[in-house]
C-alpha cells in the first residue's frame, strides 16, 4: 500500500507481494510513498544492523523506523519481567505507595505478571517455589521465540528432568546453549466464553520514551483456542486448548476461517457489560491500562530512545474467571498478516493510523518535530499515557487508590453521559 497526503491505498495483492518480496530480501519492507520520500518498515533484525557500532550507519533528519534499538528490553520474555521486577524493587526503595503489599507479600498494584524464573539462572529457585505447591501447573516458553514455538506445560520436576544433567545438584542445564527460556505459573482459571480459553491482543504506540507518550489503539481482538478448555492433566500437551496464537489455531480442525476464533475488543466489552455489569468491566480495562502504561514506565529508563524510533507493539492480556487481567507479553513485531476481511480492515486502519501519528499529514519526515500530533490526526488511536503533559499540570503524582477508582485513568466514564472521559492517563 501507498501513502499519498496521509492516506493509505491498497495497492493489488501481485504488486504488494512482489513490494513486499523485494525489500524483504534486505530485511526491510517498503509500505509507504510519495513524490519525495519512501517509508519503510523494517525487521527487528535490520534494525540491529542499523543501529550496530560496526556498520557505522547513520540515519538522516527525514529517515524514522519502527523500532527503538533495544526493544528486546520489553519484548524479550525475560528482559520483560527483569525489568518489571527491578521497576518494583525501585519504587519499594523509594517508599512508593505503589509498591505496596498486602499481608500475603504481594504487591497490591504492581501483580500483573505470573511469577516467573528464568531458566537456567533460576532453576533452583523454581524448583523450592514447585515444592511449594507441587499441583501447580507451569508453562515455559524460549525467551526469543514467537507464534507459540517452542511452548509447551508442565505439572512434574521429571518433565524438565532431561535438561538437567547434574541431578544430584539438580543444576539445570539447556538442551542448547544458546537457547534460554522462562517458566511461568500457568493461568489454570481463565475467563472462559462459550467454554474456550481467550486471551486480548491490544496495540499500543510509542512515540517517545523520554517523555514518555504513548497510545492505545481502540480496534484490538480476542483470539480463542478452537478446543474447550479443561485444567485436566491428561490434555497439557493438547496446544489447541491452551495457546491463542493463530499460528496454531489455524491448523485445528475446527479453526473458522471466516472469523478466524477471534472477537472486536468492542464485543468482548458488550459481553462482558451484559453478563458481568458495567462498572466492573470499567474497572477491569481501567487495570489493563495501567499495566501497560507500567510495563512502559518500567522499562523506559534503560529503553534507547532515539529521536528517529517509534513502535507499535502487541500486548498480549489474559484476564482469569476473577476479571484480573495478567500481562503475559509484549510483541515488536506483531502479525499485519490479515486471516480475514475484519483482519484486512482492522490492520489497514492500524498502519495507517500508525504512519498518520509517525508522520503528520504525509509531510517528510523530521526526527526532530515534538512528535505532539493534533487530535484530528489519532484516527482509531486515544492519547493512554503523556508524561510531559502530566507533569506540566501538576498531576502526575503517585496513586491515591487502587486502579479502576483513580479519577485520572483513561477509559474512566462521566456518569451523565456515559462517554469516556477523555483525560491522560495517571
Known amino acids: 500500500f501507498r501513502i499519498m497526503a496521509g492516506k493509505v491505498k491498497w495497492v493489488t495483492d501481485i504488486e504488494k507481494s512482489v513490494l513486499i518480496n523485494n525489500f524483504e530480501k534486505r530485511g526491510w519492507i517498503q509500505v509507504a510513498e510519495n513524490e519525495d520520500w519512501n517509508f519503510y518498515w523494517m525487521s527487528v533484525q535490520t534494525i540491529r544492523n542499523v543501529f550496530s557500532v560496526e556498520t557505522g550507519y547513520r540515519l538522516s533528519d527525514d529517515q524514522i523506523v519502527n523500532h527503538f534499538p533495544n526493544h528486546y528490553e520489553l519484548t524479550r520474555k525475560d528482559l520483560m519481567v527483569k525489568n518489571i521486577k527491578r521497576y518494583r524493587k525501585e519504587l519499594e526503595k523509594e517508599g512508593s505507595p505503589l509498591a505496596e503489599k498486602d499481608e500475603n507479600g504481594k504487591y497490591i498494584y504492581l501483580d500483573f505478571v505470573p511469577v516467573t524464573f528464568m531458566l537456567p539462572a533460576d532453576y533452583n529457585l523454581f524448583v523450592e517455589e514447585f515444592r511449594k505447591n507441587p499441583s501447580s501447573t507451569w508453562i515455559m516458553k524460549p525467551c526469543g521465540k514467537a507464534q507459540g514455538k517452542g511452548i509447551f506445560l508442565i505439572n512434574k520436576l521429571s518433565q524438565i528432568k532431561k535438561w538437567s544433567r547434574d541431578s544430584k545438584t539438580s543444576s539445570f542445564v539447556s538442551q542448547s546453549s544458546k537457547e534460554a527460556y522462562v517458566i511461568s505459573l500457568y493461568i489454570n482459571n481463565p475467563l472462559l466464553i462459550g467454554g474456550k480459553k481467550f486471551d486480548l491482543r491490544l496495540y499500543v504506540l510509542v512515540s517517545t520514551y523520554r517523555p514518555l507518550r504513548c497510545y492505545m489503539y481502540k480496534l484490538g481482538f480476542c483470539r480463542f483456542c478452537t478446543v474447550k478448555y479443561t485444567p485436566s492433566t491428561s490434555e497439557l500437551d493438547n496446544m489447541f486448548v491452551h495457546l491463542t496464537n493463530v499460528a496454531i489455531q489455524k491448523h485445528g480442525d475446527d479453526y473458522n476461517h471466516i472469523h478466524g476464533g477471534k472477537w472486536t475488543v468492542s464485543n ?134 487502587r486502579p479502576g477508582q483513580s479519577p485520572g485513568i483513561k477509559g474512566s466514564r462521566a456518569r451523565d453521559s456515559g462517554k469516556p472521559v477523555l483525560t491522560t492517563w495517571k
Open 268 to 401: 468482548l466489552r458488550l459481553y462482558l457489560e451484559s453478563t458481568r455489569g458495567k462498572e466492573v468491566t470499567n474497572k477491569l480495562f481501567d487495570e489493563i491500562h495501567w499495566i501497560i502504561v507500567q510495563s512502559l514506565k518500567a522499562v523506559a529508563p534503560v529503553m534507547n530512545n532515539d529521536k528517529h524510533c517509534f513502535e507499535c507493539y502487541g500486548y498480549d492480556i489474559i484476564i482469569d474467571d476473577k476479571l484480573k487481567p495478567w500481562l503475559i507479553e509484549v510483541n515488536a513485531s506483531p502479525s499485519l498478516t490479515s486471516s480475514t476481511a475484519n483482519d484486512r480492515i482492522l490492520k489497514y486502519n492500524l498502519i495507517n493510523d500508525t504512519l498518520n501519528i509517525a508522520v503528520p499529514n504525509g509531510e517528510i519526515p523530521d526526527c526532530k518535530w515534538n512528535k505532539s500530533p493534533p487530535k484530528e490526526v489519532l484516527g482509531n488511536y486515544e492519547v493512554l499515557y503523556d508524561e510531559e503533559m502530566a507533569q506540566s499540570d501538576g498531576t502526575d503524582r503517585d496513586l491515591r487508590g
